[in-house]
């Protein structure tokens, strides 16, 4: 009888048809206005030796402002200035890492980048080069990345991407725009100091705010949706609510939006983005559009959807006074567009999040042609 029992149990354990993925996260944060002063003595036991310095990547709109002065340099420590106004690239990755690896003679201590999005993935993409082989390139894609990548920080300054907890750095290569996502690539620090997002212009604000609205509303509406990813998402959506559409302070508003920021990109780690996330890669690739922007000029046009989600959209577009540029497609030309259908298209996980696992019946190439062309 007992031995019945067992048989069975094994049996069942045998046919358990799930796998379930097995995530890291960021295993520090420090969070609080002002927490940007204890980056010194965070970093200090992981300084290895005065020859093994900490790089600073900084977003190059701090460039003469006190932020930079508050940058905690020692000894041979390097502070590099980088300009977000393009998305970055792979070859960008294999300059600087060269550039390191030649100005020192040992590895350096810790990586930390100080900006959005753009500079938290040089840096995540930066610390893996430094101990991997070969070009960064090669490790686009899932779970390329060998070895274990140097001690990296990231400081977000403007909020919304999600990328200070996930577990990707999404760049563009020669042939593809995609993420290195591994388990070496999340932070190993964080620091949240709602101070540092003071100065972002009101513009830039909505547009990478949306990002995690929209994040929040694709995940929600996914089919690969879990209890996890949507204790995260509805967190990070009613944030998004508050901030976008009640009248906080700035001080409440700044904090707020970085925990939505935090929440939203913990949802999509077990679950995926959509439909606006497959088209603005499409876009950003073929015309260079940023991931905020792209994503709200993708999004507006969704109600079929994401009806709830569009109709705030507008609300809170409207309540801000945001005024998006239109006729964007309206020039391409045939094989442009082909090209862009192919690259959205290409992201089979996002759709079959989005549509299910007969998303190729519903989004044909033609409707996706017909959605471009709105914009
Ligand atoms: P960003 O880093 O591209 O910066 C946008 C603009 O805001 C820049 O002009 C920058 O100089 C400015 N800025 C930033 N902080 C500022 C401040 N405090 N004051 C004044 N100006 C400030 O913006 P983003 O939207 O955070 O990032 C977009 C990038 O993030 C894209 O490259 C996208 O691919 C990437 N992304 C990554 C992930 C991920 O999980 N790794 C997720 C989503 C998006
Ligand atoms: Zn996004």
């Not at 830039?204 to 995690?212: L, R, V």
Request: glycine share 10%; proline share 5%.
């Amino acid at each position: 009888m007992q031995l019945k029992k067992e048989i069975g149990l094994k049996n069942q354990i045998k046919s358990k048809p799930t796998q379930y993925r097995n995530f890291p996260m960021v295993p520090r944060v420090i969070y609080g206005p002002g927490s940007f002063g204890q980056l010194g003595e965070i970093l200090m036991p992981q300084r290895k030796s005065s020859d093994a310095p900490v790089i600073f990547l900084v977003d190059d709109v701090f460039e003469g402002e006190e932020l930079a002065n508050r940058i905690p340099l020692l000894f041979d420590d390097q502070l590099i200035f980088i300009s977000a106004d393009e998305e970055p690239k792979t070859e960008q990755v294999d300059a600087l890492v060269s550039k390191l690896l030649s100005d020192y003679e040992e590895l350096p201590s810790a990586i930390v980048g100080i900006g959005g999005g753009t500079l938290l993935d040089l840096a995540k993409a930066v610390a893996i080069m430094l101990t991997n082989q070969g070009t960064a390139s090669e490790y686009q894609g899932w779970d390329l990345v060998k070895k274990p990548s140097v001690y990296h920080v990231g400081i977000p300054t403007i909020s919304g991407t999600g990328a200070e907890v996930s577990r990707t750095t999404v760049l563009l290569g020669p042939q593809k725009k995609l993420g290195i996502n591994s388990d070496y690539t999340p932070f190993d620090q964080v620091v949240l100091d709602p101070d540092l997002a003071r100065g972002v212009p009101a513009d830039q604000w909505f547009y990478t705010g949306m990002d995690c609205y929209i994040h929040c509303v694709e995940s929600l509406n996914g089919t690969y949706l879990n209890a996890f990813s949507q204790s995260y998402g509805e967190k990070a959506l009613d944030l998004c609510k508050e901030v976008f559409l009640h009248d906080l302070t700035e001080d409440e508003s700044r904090e707020k939006l970085m925990m939505a920021s935090w929440h939203g990109g913990m949802s999509i780690a077990y679950s995926q983005v959509g439909v606006a996330h497959a088209m603005s890669y499409g876009l950003s690739y073929v015309l260079g559009t940023r991931h905020g922007i792209g994503n709200c000029l993708v999004f507006q046009h969704l109600e079929e959807f994401y009806p709830e989600g569009v109709e705030l959209f507008k609300q809170m577009q409207e309540k801000h006074g945001i005024l998006l540029p239109e006729g964007i497609c309206a020039s391409l030309s045939e094989q442009e567009m082909d090209t862009m259908v192919s690259v959205a298209l290409g992201l089979e996980p996002l759709w079959e999040n989005a549509l299910g696992s007969g998303w190729r019946d519903i989004m044909t190439p033609s409707r996706l042609k017909s959605l471009y062309k709105k914009i």
